[in-house]
């Protein structure tokens, strides 16, 4: 009988940390997603630049307008080979 007790009790115990820890990592997750949605605006406001020098104009010429169009042919095409499966599932418009 005293044997029984004391695992009911453990195990008790071992449900409140468990509970503890859930708590915890919720309460973490809720404080991250907090400081990313403050931060974002900062982001935003401090990434225009009205008055680019040549050497980012060039640069956004030659190197970020080519990976954009590289980045939207390999999308359309990865969509376009999932096409057949999403449409059999029937979430196409999803």
Known sequence: ??????KVVRE???????QKTTASIRNSVVAVCLSVI?????????SVDEKPNG???TGDLLVAR????AMTVVGT?????????????GSVTE
Do not use: D, K, N, Y
């Open 38 to 46: 403050v931060s974002v605006p900062t982001w935003a406001q401090g």
């Open 66 to 69: 080519p990976i954009g169009l």
């Open 1 to 6: 009988m005293l044997e029984r007790l004391s």
């Open 12 to 18: 008790v115990g071992q449900g409140a940390v468990e």
């Open 55 to 57: 050497f980012a104009m």
């Open 77 to 89: 095409a990865a969509f376009l080979v999932s096409l057949p499966f999403t449409a059999l599932a």
